[in-house]
């Protein structure tokens, strides 16, 4: 017997039932004798008590007595209720539902006994596309983790592999999916043998084999194999649930004995499965008494958005248009299984309710994220009135003059907001003038979206209240729409006020007016509020919300009379870093000591900067620096500023100022050729197309894919390309990234493993002897091999006998560069050290280094950020010329790419994660005769010092001498090549230059 019940009070629940149809037939419900009569039901929900039911053949149950009691004795003085709903007889043990879904065999709270395993991360790859959700097991110690705000999303009969980042070993991995949705995985095993496996997707062991079928040797082994999903299973969300545990299909973990998840250190996370078809439905929604009324959301195009179908997971444009005396407040975007009765089924989320303020809405555009289209849509706008009486009516207005003088002994000296990230701002106020209004737009407070914001005053005199508004969606006025509940509604600029018909903005109940004050109630910075200089308001007025001040001819309480304040000032939104970007032209600007630049600056930060042109030829006599946000947009809205241009006089050292880092920060310096100089610019790209194009045509064209480690990856269709070589802010991006195509196969046409992004200049341009930079950054990690490097045009001898030259290599983690040359003499015949043919430099390997390469007829030298790192020069040994020591008399053409490594040097890659390059520029320079003919020059004596060592480097025969601080001559010798002298630590001359031996 089933019977639904409801109680008040958790207790033992016991049905009595007792009935004949004759006094030889009877019916025992309950026994009390035994343990199966009584079922525990909890509090204050609904529970499925189930009872046996047994008697004599032919015996008909007639009456039911359904009594819930207390163990006696017991100490309760009052009554309980208790409801009892929906009886049912039937044949079956199981209940009908259960106030636990997705059950696991562990309290939900349980911490892991382990700290050397744990879950990194769970990935689903479908349809050859990567999806990863980050788990973090080792921070968070527990061994089970609902992620159902999280989801995955696949088709209907795709193909699915999924796979477990996972700290440890001898661990087996399982997926399960509830196909039915009915709050349950089900999977049946009897002993050795699953005899239901309708929602155990994939799994890598259990009783020696996979879910394929596979025979496996042993558990060792985590990711299961590809699964495919029911092509009949109906677009909707699902529980799915990755688990890692030990040769145990049990959806809720092992419990066996030695071997159970807990002491094995495993674990259980549940996410959604989002299965769609290509497209969903898009739909105008109308709620409640004013959602949808006032005005309408239509297409971009200002067409009539009725029902439409749209792409899954694209983004998609609408437009808001207000009816006359209304102006758009917010959207309503509900998403997702929208058709779902509830919005969550068996606690599995269905649907969420996104709010978009108005602030988002730019010229009544607005573009849905992707992240909104996981499903149907249904957007509903809401509109409000234009007239409310607590808002103003444009140009951030004021009730009274703004020469209003204030009266009374009042004085507010100072307020300060802390913010959680943005730090702490104290807005001094100027006490020169008694004037009501006080407009410090040069005064910004720091904030960062999602800050919470506490605020203190420096303020003395009659109570009085305090407010603040800031004009987020900077339309020239202030909304100050409060809830019935006292606190400030959705689409409201007063984002704290004290006191105000009652109550605080946070909806508490005040019974004293007067010990309100003015220090204003903690608040929240809109996280999803974009970046930008914002016009706020701070005012102390007594009860009255209205921004404007309250004050009326004849009236009562003005706030003159009363001594208040109003103060306007800018409230700075920004990231906690921001982007710094360098423009330069025939010249530099690095971090000082010849370091390399950060693309981002911290708030406030002040920066230590060097520059200096190419070389002496060029000079520059102004540096600009734009800084705030939108640089290139407006420089003021709605009165309010939003950047600022400093012109400064060029130094070789200059530090920004904190003001200056307030946000994203441009500097351009431009060096201008001084008369006619010798070397001139002869081939550039500065990356400056638009975001998203591909290299520029004329310059660039992509390499041919082979089995090389660095283009063995390369990708060949237009589409591979553009994912992996394109154009954006400025910069050539360049990924080495898991390969979402098909169409991207090796020769035997198996998909490839990864594409990855390279352009050279062959056949473009080509050149020998002068002088080739690029500014790069790359982001460092396990696998990493991009390259900045060049190939000669002709190779009539083959590689490595023609040549090479890398100007730069990054590989893995390091934060070094290497700069290396290529030939028959050094790498085929082994003479790697005679001269030394590879040469490296600590570098900080994220930050952006100009990496230069001056080559001439006798001497290739390599700098990073204007330092000599690495010379290489040509030998007067006939043995060594003659079996190709230097290949470097022809022209040679120019390579930017990022592969990865096979390792052999850096390491084989994770092929799941993308790998990025920037390019920001790349320049060539040569020394041009009046005939326009380049030419060669010869290159001085050169010296690198090491560790209980010098390297000295002469393109030219030469006597060089070393001597000792104390006079004593260490080394004299005619010299013409490399050589490396070895010398204890002190202080030397070499060639009457001072240098310190470490």
Not at 152 to 161: D, L, M, N, R, S
Not at 378 to 395: A, H, L, N, V, W
Not at 666 to 686: A, C, H, Q, W, Y
């Amino acid at each position: 017997m089933n019977l639904k019940q409801y109680i008040c009070l958790a207790s033992l629940f016991l049905p009595i039932g007792t009935t004949a149809q004759t006094s030889n037939n009877h019916i025992i419900i309950c026994d009390f004798e035994s343990e199966d009569s009584y079922t525990q039901v909890g509090e204050n929900q609904w529970f499925d008590a189930l009872f046996p039911i047994s008697g004599n053949p032919g015996a008909e149950l007639h009456k039911l007595l359904v009594v819930p009691d207390l163990q006696s004795p017991h100490n309760r003085t009052s009554d309980f209720l208790f409801y009892i709903d929906d009886i049912e007889l039937s044949t079956s043990a199981t209940p009908r539902f259960s106030t636990t879904y997705y059950d696991i065999n562990y309290e939900k709270t349980q911490k892991l006994n382990r700290t050397d395993r744990h879950l990194n991360s769970i990935s689903l790859k479908a349809d050859g596309k990567t999806q990863t959700l980050k788990v973090g097991q080792q921070s968070t110690k527990m061994l089970y983790m609902p992620m159902l705000e999280q989801a995955f999303t696949a088709k209907p009969g795709q193909t699915i592999t999924a796979t477990f980042n996972y700290q440890g070993t001898w661990m087996s991995g399982y997926v399960f999916l509830d196909r039915d949705n009915d709050g349950q995985f089900n999977v049946v095993t009897d002993g050795d043998n699953i005899t239901n496996d309708r929602d155990l997707m994939a799994y890598s062991f259990f009783k020696g084999k996979d879910s394929s079928g596979k025979t496996q040797p042993d558990g060792n082994r985590l990711n299961p194999p590809a699964f495919t999903l029911p092509s009949d299973l109906k677009p909707g969300v699902y529980r799915m649930r990755f688990k890692v545990d030990w040769d145990n299909v049990e959806p809720g973990g092992s419990l066996t004995q030695d071997n159970s998840i807990l002491s094995n250190g495993g674990a259980i996370v549940d996410v959604r499965l989002v299965v769609h078809n290509d497209q969903v439905t898009i739909k105008r929604g109308t709620r409640g008494t004013s959602g949808g009324l006032n005005g309408d959301v239509l297409k971009a195009d200002g067409s009539k958005l009725t029902e439409e179908l749209i792409p899954f997971g694209e983004p998609y444009n609408v437009s808001v248009k207000p009816a006359p005396g209304f102006k758009f407040s917010h959207f309503l975007i509900r998403h997702g299984n929208i058709s779902s009765e509830d919005s969550l089924l068996y606690e599995t989320p269905q649907f969420f309710d996104a709010t978009v303020p108005s602030y988002l809405v730019k010229n009544n555009l607005y573009t849905i994220p992707a992240k909104y289209i996981d499903g149907d849509v249904e957007i509903t706008p809401y509109f409000k009135s234009t007239g409310s009486s607590q808002e103003g009516k444009g140009d951030y207005e004021l009730n009274f003059n703004e020469e209003l003088q204030r009266q009374g002994d009042n004085r507010l000296e100072s307020f300060t907001m802390v913010a959680t990230k943005g730090g702490t701002t104290e807005v001094a106020i100027d006490e020169t003038g008694n004037s009501v209004y006080r407009k410090m737009l040069d005064t910004e407070v720091s904030v960062v979206p999602g800050d919470q914001v506490a605020a203190t005053a420096s303020y003395t005199g009659s109570p009085m209240h305090g407010y603040l508004y800031v004009d987020l969606d900077n339309d020239g006025h202030f909304t100050a729409d409060i809830s019935e509940n006292g606190k400030p509604d959705v689409s409201s600029e007063l984002l704290s006020y004290t006191y105000f018909n009652g109550k605080n903005s946070l909806g508490q109940i005040l019974s004293d007016a007067d010990s309100a004050g003015v220090v204003l109630p903690a608040f929240t910075i809109p996280e999803d509020l974009p970046e930008g200089n914002y016009r706020a308001r701070y005012k102390i007025d007594w009860d009255n919300a209205n921004p404007a001040g309250q004050w009326t001819e004849g009236g009562e309480n003005q706030i003159d009379a009363k001594g208040g304040y109003v103060v306007d000032f800018l409230l700075n939104v920004h990231p906690e870093r921001s982007k710094l970007d360098i423009r330069t032209l025939n010249g530099y600007i690095m971090g000082k000591g010849n370091k390399g630049v950060s693309e981002t600056i911290a708030y406030g930060e002040q920066l230590a900067l060097m520059t200096t042109p190419f070389n002496r030829e060029y000079a520059a006599e102004n540096m600009f620096i734009r800084h705030g946000h939108n640089l290139d947009g407006d420089q003021f809205i709605c009165g309010n500023r939003q950047w600022s241009e400093d012109t400064l006089e060029v130094r070789n050292a200059y530090t920004l100022t904190k003001e200056q880092a307030n946000g994203d920060v441009r500097i351009t310096l431009e060096f201008e050729p001084v008369g006619n100089p010798v070397n001139k610019l002869v081939f550039s790209d500065e990356f400056n197309a638009p975001d998203g194009t591909y290299p520029d045509a004329d310059k660039w064209v992509n390499p041919t894919r082979y089995s090389a480690a660095w283009n063995r990856f390369i990708a060949q269709t237009e589409e591979g390309r553009r994912l992996t070589g394109y154009i954006k802010d400025g910069k050539l991006v360049m990924h080495c990234m898991p390969n979402p195509l098909e169409t991207e196969t090796d020769r035997n046409g198996q998909k490839l493993d990864m594409i990855s992004g390279a352009v050279e200049s062959h056949g473009k341009f080509d050149f020998h002897y002068g002088r080739v930079e690029a500014r790069i950054k790359t982001n460092p990690y396990t696998g990493n091999f991009p390259a900045f490097w060049m190939m000669p045009s002709k190779q009539p001898l083959g590689w490595p006998n023609d040549g090479e030259i890398d100007i730069w290599e990054q590989i893995n983690t390091e934060n070094k560069s290497y700069h290396t040359i290529h030939s028959k003499w050094g790498n085929t015949l082994g003479h790697a050290n005679d001269p030394v043919k590879s040469g490296s430099a600590a570098t900080q390997a994220d930050e952006y280094h100009v990496f230069a390469l001056q080559w001439t007829n006798k001497m290739l030298t390599w700098f990073v950020d204007g330092k000599k790192v690495f010379s290489y020069a040509k030998s007067k040994k006939t043995d060594a010329l003659n079996n190709g020591q230097w290949p470097f008399d022809n022209d040679f053409y120019i390579i930017l790419n990022q592969s990865v490594g096979n390792g052999s040097w850096a390491s084989a890659p994770d092929l799941g994660h993308t790998y990025t390059t920037l390019f920001d520029w790349v320049r060539v320079y040569q020394q041009v005769d009046p005939t326009g003919i380049g030419q060669t020059t010869t290159s001085a004596f050169d010296f690198y010092v090491g560790k209980n060592h010098v390297r000295l480097v002469a393109p030219e025969k030469q006597w060089v001498t070393i001597c000792s601080a104390q006079g004593q001559v260490m080394y004299h010798k005619e010299l013409q090549g490399n050589e490396t002298v070895t010398l204890p630590h002190g202080v030397y001359v070499i060639n009457k230059q001072k240098v310190v031996i470490p």
